[in-house]
């Protein structure tokens, strides 16, 4: 994503905590009858619900947060920040504003630094006790330090599981190379463990003629054109997820990474045997997926959960049912990277999240929402709608109720095919789903963790999530969810990233080496217009502002 800076500054009027108005700027005025606060919110699809009829689990959501909510919004893609960044320059901005700070260039820093959004902790302190929920959630140890500017806490997080990656595989192609076991004369295709048992794969997936056509056209594997798609390889090497604090108490970045190094040794020599296909690099958008539909390679590193869905979908589409498996995250041996080592990257749970603007009239309000909607009763509402009307709970598992499922306004439930190719609404309520993915909390109410239901993500195609979700073991850095890196390394960063990046790529296709080029590499990033060794220098100064080292 370009850096995207905003031209214009604008100053925004100091807001008395302890009065507050009833309505919030862009939603109008709120009724004496209705005692609702209007809010406009700005979200990921929001265009969907824009000017949408409300149907009964939206009327309630308002109900019970005495609240009118007003929906704007883009995809979450190019578009997205080009229709909300001008709408933030011109200060028509909405109160409640989802935004992943990572997508958004310095664009949410800046918002952070020029006063546009709350921080919350404000907020919460002039009211302490009243919004539990998003207390307890920006307190704990997994978000504590998801903060921004000097130690802000401006964004509640949209939660998600922590990792959601997997490992996809060709059953028929495992077992066509002989990769499996035979149970009662029926052949089950087994998944490699070991990073060795990996290796073994991507030989057989490209010299034993895996789809038995007769000719040498496969390859073992197609990873996406960035350098942390092939994470659940890298680590198996012990490299840890992004920024991190090693063993002797220094920053480091994970491709700068010694362990790292090691690890590109051994994909490059991947690369040269032919196992990897040579065009990877140049894959975007989907092309590592298309790939693998078509038939060019057996196996996909990428999402998993959700995207199971499009995924064996699209496969099933080109190729036939039945013939897709997931496997775990391959660990190092003692002949080959670090042993018992592995895992998938854990990236922290959240995607994002909602800020609330300085221009909201009654923050409280929008802060009632969010605290309503992450709330165990109002997680569970946006999740699956009313209790006893649209599903019941049945020995711990969430049942549909289909019949008046369908009663509600066309596509306001998830759902999958059955088996008559009719389209059951099996799944989330949609439009309660852009705020986050559901929240189990603890029975006290103190502890919290991502709901990750197979059946309601997609009942066909259950068992394949269940087994991605089986396989996903974490590998996690110190630092995860450390966010408040100082705004002014920001761009530095980036391009220490950038560069690192398009190092591992190159090295991967022997057109960089790992002693000169590796060399040159550092020297670049030592420059002051890359100034890694000050950036090492803050990062370890806000991981001990953070209590994570002493």
Sequence with gaps: MSKKVF???????????????????????????????????????????????????????????????????????????????????????????????????????????????????????????????????????????????????????????????????????????????????????????????????????????????????????????????????????????????????????????????????????????????????????????????????????????????????????????GLLTMGPAPVGTKNLGVEGKGGFSDWGGYWGGYSIARTCADPYAALRLMNYLYSPEGSKLRSYGIEGVHYSVVDGKYVPNIDNRNAEPAGAFSGANSADGTFEPTGFYKFGSAFSNDIDWSEDRTHFSVHIDPDAIDSKYSALIKQGIAYNTLCTSKLVNVTGFYSSFATKMKKVEDAANTYAINSIMGKKNLTSDYEALFTTISQPTYDWPNIQKMIIEVAKKGGIIS
């Design 7 to 321: 031209a214009v500054l604008f100053a925004i009027g100091a807001l008395s905590l302890s009065g507050v108005l009833t309505s919030c700027q862009k939603g109008g005025t709120s009724t004496s009858s209705s005692l609702k606060t209007s809010l406009t919110i700005f979200m990921n699809g929001g265009n969907e619900y824009e000017g949408r009829k409300k149907d009964s689990i939206w009327k309630k959501i308002e109900e019970d947060a005495q609240v009118e909510m007003q929906i704007e919004g883009a995809a979450h893609n190019s578009d997205y920040y080009t229709t909300l960044n001008p709408m933030i320059n011109t200060g028509d901005i909405p109160d409640l504003i989802f935004a992943v700070p990572t997508s958004a260039g310095n664009a949410y820093n800046n918002w952070v630094n020029q006063d546009i959004v709350w921080n919350i902790d404000d907020l919460l302190a002039e009211k302490p006790g009243e919004y539990p929920y998003i207390e307890t959630i920006l307190h704990s140890d997994q978000f504590k330090n998801l903060t921004f500017g000097d130690g802000k806490h401006t964004l509640i997080p949209y939660f998600t599981s922590n990792s959601g990656w997997g490992i996809y595989y060709r059953t028929d192609w495992l077992i066509n190379v002989g990769y499996f076991t035979e149970v009662n004369g029926v052949k089950i295709a087994k998944t490699p463990s070991t990073i060795e048992e990996f290796q073994d794969v991507l030989r057989l997936f490209t010299e034993n003629d895996p789809d038995q056509d007769g000719k040498a056209d496969t390859y073992g594997l197609s990873p996406f054109g960035k350098a942390f798609y092939q994470n659940p390889l890298y680590h198996a090497f012990g490299v840890t997820p992004d920024y991190d604090i090693d063993s002797a108490g220094q920053a480091e970045y994970m491709l700068l990474s010694p362990k790292y190094k090691k690890y590109l040794a051994w994909i490059n020599a991947m690369y040269a045997k032919g196992y990897i296909d040579p065009q990877f690099a140049t894959n975007n958008n989907s092309q590592d997926r298309d790939k693998f539909y078509e038939g060019k390679t057996g196996i996909l590193i990428t999402n998993a959960e959700q995207h199971v869905s499009w995924i064996a979908s699209a496969f099933e589409n080109a190729n036939g049912k």
